[in-house]
C-alpha cells in the first residue's frame, strides 16, 4: 500500500508539476476537516520535518506568500509543514492552554505527521518545531507533550502557559526559546500590554522549566553576536547544557516580530533556528576556539582582576543579563581589569575564543 501511495504521488507530480502540492490540502481529524500545506524539495531520499505553526489570526496562504516556503524546503532539502489552526472566536487559534477549548491540536498535528509518513519518506529521528507569537505558545506544548518524538523546538514571542506549566515534560527535548525584550504583545515577563493580562510564563520562568526538564547547568555560556547592523537591535545567546541543549536567543530592544532578512539584521531568524536544529550552533563549532589561553584571577574578586594573555586580545565582560559592561583590547601579557563599582554579582569575561565565569563579591 506504501509503495502504491508512493508511485501515485511520483506519477503525480509528474503530470502536473511541483506546484499540484502548493495547493491547500485537507486532513479529517476527529471528524473535522484541517487544513496544511506542504512543501517537499524536488529530490528527497529522507527527509526531515519542519512544522512552522502560525501567530493568532493568521492563515496559511498569507503565511505562505511572505516566507515563500518552497524556496526554504528547496534550500534545506527539508519538508516544510504549514498547518492552519481552527477558530476559536479569537480567529484562528492553536489550544496551547490559554483558554478552556477542547481542541486537541497535539493530537492532530502528531497525526498529520504520521499520516504524512505513510506517503513520504519522512525522517522520524529529524521532526522539528517552530513557530511565531501563538504558533511559539503551540511549540512550547508539543515539546512538553510529544518530547520523546521532536527531536528539537524553537518557539519564537511564545510563551509556557500556566496550564502547560504545570505540566512535567514527557522528556528531555533540544529547545530554543527567542523573544524580544521590548514585545509588548506577549511581554517578556509575560504580560501583554496588547490583551491587558498575563499569558503565560515570563522569560526567566521558561528558562527554568527548561532547565530542569533538561537537566542543564544553572550558569549559562553567555555571547553577544556581532552587531552588523545598524537596527536598534542586539542577539546575546544563553546556551545552557545538560542531557539536552537548551538555548536562549534575547533580542534586546526586539519587539514583537519574526526578523528574517539577514541584510537588515544581524541574523536570519529562520536560517538560525535550522542551524539550531541540525547542530550548526554548537557552541565550540560556532566560536572555534584557538589555542590561546585565558586566566582571570583573583576568583571570587571585589573588582580588581587581573588576565593572562598570551597574544593580543579583545576582552569583554558581560553580565548575567546579557549586557557588555567592558569592551576592550588588550596586548600579550597581564592586563588589569577595574570592576569596582560594578554591581556584585555573577559576570563572564571572553576572550581568546573562551569564557570565564567571574563573581564579584
Known amino acids: 500500500m506504501k509503495t502504491r501511495k508512493l508511485l501515485l504521488i511520483t506519477i503525480l507530480t509528474i503530470i502536473f508539476g511541483r506546484n499540484c502540492f502548493a495547493q491547500i490540502q485537507n486532513f479529517e481529524w476527529q471528524g473535522v476537516q484541517r487544513q496544511y500545506l506542504v512543501k517537499t524539495p524536488e529530490n528527497y531520499e529522507s527527509l526531515p520535518v519542519m512544522f ?3 501567530g493568532l489570526g493568521d492563515n496559511i496562504t498569507r503565511l505562505d506568500n511572505e516566507f515563500h516556503f518552497q524556496q526554504i524546503a528547496d534550500n534545506f532539502n527539508w519538508m516544510i509543514i504549514i498547518p492552519q489552526a481552527l477558530n476559536e472566536g479569537y480567529g484562528s487559534m492553536w489550544n496551547a492552554g490559554l483558554t478552556a477549548s477542547t481542541t486537541n491540536d497535539s493530537g492532530f ?12 519518506p519522512v525522517n522520524q529521528d529529524s521532526v522539528f518545531f517552530t513557530g511565531f507569537s501563538m504558533g511559539g505558545f503551540m511549540s512550547h ?3 512538553i507533550e510529544h518530547g520523546n518524538r521532536i527531536n528539537a523546538a524553537a518557539p519564537v514571542s511564545g510563551l509556557i502557559t500556566y496550564a502547560m506549566a504545570n505540566q512535567a515534560a514527557v522528556a528531555p527535548v533540544r529547545m530554543l526559546h527567542i523573544h524580544g525584550t521590548n514585545d509588548n504583545v506577549v511581554g517578556y515577563d509575560g504580560y501583554s500590554q496588547y490583551f491587558g493580562s498575563n499569558l503565560g510564563l515570563g522569560v526567566d520562568a521558561i528558562l527554568d522549566y527548561w532547565k530542569n526538564a533538561n537537566g542543564c547547568t544553572d550558569a549559562p555560556v553567555i555571547d553577544t553576536l556581532p552587531d552588523t547592523h545598524n537596527d536598534g537591535l542586539r542577539f546575546v545567546e544563553y546556551i545552557y547544557s545538560g542531557t539536552k541543549e537548551l538555548r536562549f536567543l534575547k533580542v534586546i530592544g526586539g519587539t514583537h516580530s519574526w526578523y528574517r532578512n539577514a541584510n537588515q539584521h544581524d541574523i536570519d531568524y529562520i536560517t538560525y533556528i535550522h542551524d539550531f536544529f541540525t547542530g550548526k550552533l554548537s557552541y565550540d563549532k560556532v566560536h572555534n576556539p584557538t589555542t590561546g589561553s585565558l586566566n582571570v584571577y583573583p576568583n571570587p574578586t571585589n573588582g580588581q582582576i587581573k588576565i593572562e594573555l598570551d597574544s593580543p586580545t579583545t576582552i569583554e565582560v558581560i553580565d548575567i543579563k546579557g549586557n557588555t559592561i567592558l569592551y576592550k583590547q588588550f596586548d600579550a601579557g597581564i592586563a588589569n581589569l577595574d570592576l569596582q563599582g560594578v554591581e556584585n554579582g555573577i559576570y563572564f569575561v571572553k576572550g581568546n575564543g573562551l569564557t570565564e565565569k567571574i563573581v564579584l563579591e
Open 141 to 143: 506544548r508539543m515539546a
Open 109 to 120: 498535528l502528531m497525526a498529520l505527521l504520521d499520516s504524512l509518513a505513510v506517503q513520504y
Open 52 to 54: 512552522y505553526l502560525h
